[in-house]
C-alpha cells in the first residue's frame, strides 16, 4: 500500500493494522524525499536516525503520532542536527540543543525525517531567498510553493509526509498551504513555545502545524502546545484537545466577511473560488455577517515597521564571534563583523535589518516604532469589536494562486503585498488557519478562518466541516517533480 | 533616504552594501518607507501602544543555578577559540 | 575666576543573586573561563531570556533604603550595540519602566553632610569580560559575568567635587553591602563606576558640556580621575576652546583620562521594549514581605547598638561602619555573651591592626567565626586578655585557628590555684625585702609581685586568680 498522499491519521490506522511496519514506513519516506529531490524541500536529511528509531519504537504507544514520518522547518533547532534556517550564517550550524516544540514531537512518538528548506531567517513570501535555493511547488516546475515555510508545504502537498512544522510572522504557513494545496494552522499567540524556535519577530513568530487535513493539524497541535516555563510569552490556559470539538455542527455559526478586504481589487477567478465557498458554508447553515475592521488596510505598513525593528534586533547575535559563519576577511574587529555579516546575510534579511535599524533609530522611532504599535492597537482593538459580533472571519488566503518563480523578484513591496490578508492576524495574536477551497488554472487556493483568541477549536471545527463535505484537500498534484 | 542616512544605519547594523547593490538597495529602503510612511495618517492619539500581543504579566524564575558546564560543547561550536576562550581580533580600546 | 564643578555617578552594582539575571547560570567569580555560561548567556539562536525574581527583591530593598518610589509594574527595554563579550547584540535593561524611582542618600564628608538625589536605579544584564592581554594579536572573550544582575544607580548631578563623590560611592557601597544586595567588594567588580563631569564658571546656571569617566572602580581612582578631568577640562576653556562631550577612560598608571577610540558617539542604541519579556508586577503583598524582612542598615544598628547593648555611640559608630564589622561583632556577641568585651576588642585592638597596616576588616585574614572563638577564650579563661593581645597578632599574620595557635605555642592560661598558690609562695618567699616594704605600706609594690608571678609563667597565669592568690598571701 502506497504511503504517498496519505494523512497522519490514515498512516496511524495503517501501523496499527500492521499494514505497514514501521521501518518500512521510514524506509520508504526517504525513498519519496529521493525521488522528489528536485523539489529542494530539504537541506538536510534526518535517515540514520530516524530508521534507528523506528527500528526502536514502542509500537504499543497509543498516541496518533507514533511512528509518524514528520518534516521540521529548518528554523526549529535539532540537537546535533544541522539548523540553518535558509541561511549562509548558519549554514554549518549545530544546535547543543532542542526546541520544545521539536522534543514535544518526539515525545508523541514522531520521527523527524528531516529539515526542511525556507525563506532565510523566515523572511519572504515565495521561498526564493534561501541560500540553499529554491523550492519547487510540486504543483508546477515553474511555481512558487509561497514562503517562508515553502520546503515544508511542497513535503507534504507532494505527498513525501504526512506533516510537517512551519512558522508564522506574517502568514509564512497559511500562504505557502494556500499557494501548496494543504492546510496549516497558526495557533494563538503564545500556544506554542518558542523555546528553540530561531527568533525573526519574537511578538509575532509562532510555530504551527502543516497537514494534508484541519484534523491533522488537530493532531498536531495537540502535541505542540505545552506549557514552557523556558518562554514566558507562552501561555498558561488550558490546552484543550483541538480535535474533540471537530465534528460539531456548523449551524448558525457566525462568520464574518471584512469590509475593508475589497474584493473587487481581486482577480475575478479568486473572487469566485471565495464566493463558491461561502454559499457551501451557507448550505451548511452558516451566517454570513460583514465585518468593519477600519484600520486593517495599515497592517502590512505596520507589520514592515514592526517585524524588522524586531528582527534587526534578533539577528544582531550573528556576528561571527561565538557560533555561525565567520568571514575569512577579519584582521580587525570591525571587518569581522561587517564582512561576517555581510557575507553571511542575503539581500532580503540586509533589506529588513536595515529598515529596521532606521525605523529604531533616534528620531525616527516615535515616527515609525512607535507609532506602528499604536496602530497595532488599533487593529486588534478591531478585531476584539469585531469577534462581538461573529465567531470567525473568512478571507481568500492569498490574492491569487502560485506565481512564477522569480516574477516578484525585483520590487520588495510587490512580494510584501502578498501576506495582505495574513499579517492581521499575526499582529492581533489571534489564531488563524488556511484550507484549500479551489483551483485556479490548475494550481490550489486556499481559504483563510480567523478564530478569536484561543479558539483554534471553532476554526478547526469550521474548516473539518468544510473538508467532509468537499474534496479540494483530496487533490494531488501529477507525479513526482523531475 | 539619502547616502548618509544608509551609511549610518548600514554601519549601525554592521552591514555594507557592495557597489552594484547599493543603489538598488538605497532604492527599495526609500520604498519600503514610502509605503511605510501610510502610517503618519492614522489617529492614534491615547493609545497605548502594543508589544505584545498577550498582555499579561511576566512570569519569573526563584533564584536557583541550574545550568551546567558546557565549555567544550560551546568553544567547539566557536569559529575561532581555544580551549578557554572565544578568540576575535585584538580588540583597542 | 572660580569654577564649580558638576558631577554625576552612575554606579554599576552587582547583585548578590546566585544566578543570572536571565538565566540559571552561576554568578559566583573566579571560576575557569567560559563554564558558568547557560544556554541563554551565549545567546544561542532560540534562546528566551527569563527573568529572576530575587534580583527585583533585591533592587526593591535598595529603593526602600533611599527611600525611593518602587515601580510596582515595570519592564525591560533593549539597547542595541555590537562588541565581543556582548552575546546578543543588544544588553537588556530598563530604560522607561526602571523597578526603582527617585530617592535619597545622605552623604559625610570631613567637612559636611549633604543629600543627594538619586534619579533611579535600574536592573540590566551585565556583559561578558573581553582579555585583551593574553594573546597576541587576539582578544579573548569570556562569557561567565554574561547576565550577572546589574543594579544601575544614577545620581542627580549635584555632587561638587571629588570628595563628595568618594563620599557617594562609599555611601552606596555602605548601602549595598548592609542590604546583603551585593557583597562590595570592588577588586573583583562588584561595583563600578561611571563618572560625568563638567564644569562652569561660578554663578553660571547653565550646564557645562560633559565628559563621562568609565569603568572606574577604586576610591582612590575615582578621586584622581575626577580631579584630573576637572583640570584638564579648565585647561581646555581657557585655551578658547570648546570640551568635547565624549567618553573617555582613567588610566591610573599615567594618571590621565584619555578620549576612547570607538565610535561611541556615533553609537544610536535604539532602545526598544523587549519583546520576549512581559512587565513584571510586585504585589502589594511582596512588597510588604520584603519591607518586613529588610535588613538592619548602620543607623539601625547604631541605635540598638546603643540602646540595647549599651555601647557607647562612637563605639557603636565605628562597629557600624562595616557590614563585615558588624557581622563579626554580632556572631561574637551571641557566641560569648559578652558585647561589651567584643566591641572593647573591635574597636581597640583589631582597629589599630587595621589602621597599622592600613587595610579595611574584609581584606584582613580575620574571620567572624575565629574572632568569636578568640574572645570565647578569653571569657572561659583558657587564656589571659594579655595572652589574646599576642594570639590576635598571629591570626591576624597568619590566618591560622585560635585553638590551633593556642595548641602549638602553649598558650593555655594556668589556672590551677595549686601551682599559682606554689609559685606565689616562692616568689614571696624569695623577696622578703619587698614583702616587708609592701606590709610597711607601699602598696604600689604589689604590682612588683604580680609581675613575679607573670614572669615565671611566662604570662600565662590567670591574672585574676593571681591577684587572690597574692593578696591572700600577702595579708
Known sequence: MSIRYKSIKELSQMLKNKDISHPELIQETFALIEKNKNLNSFITLNKENAILKAENIDDKSPSLLNGIPIAQKDLFCTKNLRTTCGSNMLADFIPPYSATVIENLEKAGCISVGKTNMDEFAMGSSNETSYFGDVINPWGKNLVPGGSSGGSAAAVAAGIVPAATGTDTGGSIRQPASLCGISGLKPTYGRVSRWGMIAFASSLDQAGPMARTAEDCAIMLNHMCSHDLKDTTSLDENIPDFTSTINDSIKRTKIGIVKEFDLSKLDKDVVKVFEESIKHYESMGAEFVEVSLPNISLSVPTYYVVAPAECSSNLSRFDGVKFGKRSELASNLEELYINTRSEGFGDEVKRRILIGSYVLSAGFYDAYYKKAQQVRRLIKNDFDKAFKQVDVIMSPTTRGAAFEAGSKGSDPIQMYLEDLFTIPANLAGLPALSIPNGMIESKPIGLQLIGNYLDEQKILQIAHNFQKSTDWHLKTPNGDIS | ?93 | MTWETVIGLEIHVQLSTQSKLFSGGSTGFGAEPNTHVDLIDMGLPGVLPVANRDAFHKAIRFGLATNAEINQTSSFDRKNYFYPDLPKGYQITQMTMPIVGKGTIKIETEDSEKIINITRAHLEEDAGKSIHDLFEGETGVDLNRAGTPLLEIVSEPEISNAKEAVAYFKAIRQIVTFLDICDGNMAQGSMRCDVNVSVRKEGETELGTRAEIKNINSFKFIEKAINHEIARQIKVIEAGNSVVQETRLYDSVKNETRSMRSKEEANDYRYFPCPDLLPVVISDDELNEIKNSLPELPEQKIKRYVTQINLDESEARIIAASKTMANIFEEACEKTNDSKLVAKWLVGDVSALLNKDNINIEESRLSSSNFAKLIERITDNTISGKIAKSVLEEIWSSGDDVDTIIESKGLVQIQDETVLIKIAQSIIDNNPNQVAAYKGGKDKLFGFFVGQVMKETQGKANPKSVNEILQKLLS
Open chain 2, 1 to 93: 533616504m539619502d547616502k548618509k542616512t544608509v551609511s549610518t544605519i548600514s554601519y549601525l547594523s554592521r552591514l555594507k552594501l557592495d557597489e552594484d547593490n547599493q543603489d538598488k538597495i538605497t532604492s527599495d529602503l526609500e520604498n519600503i518607507i514610502k509605503f511605510v510612511d501610510q502610517l503618519n495618517d492614522a489617529n492614534v492619539n491615547d493609545i497605548e501602544p502594543l508589544t505584545n500581543p498577550l498582555e499579561k504579566v511576566a512570569k519569573t524564575r526563584t533564584d536557583a543555578v541550574t545550568a551546567e558546564n558546557r565549555k567544550e560543547e560551546f568553544l567547539e561550536r566557536a569559529p575561532k577559540s581555544n580551549e578557554d576562550y572565544f578568540l576575535v581580533p585584538r580588540v583597542v580600546e
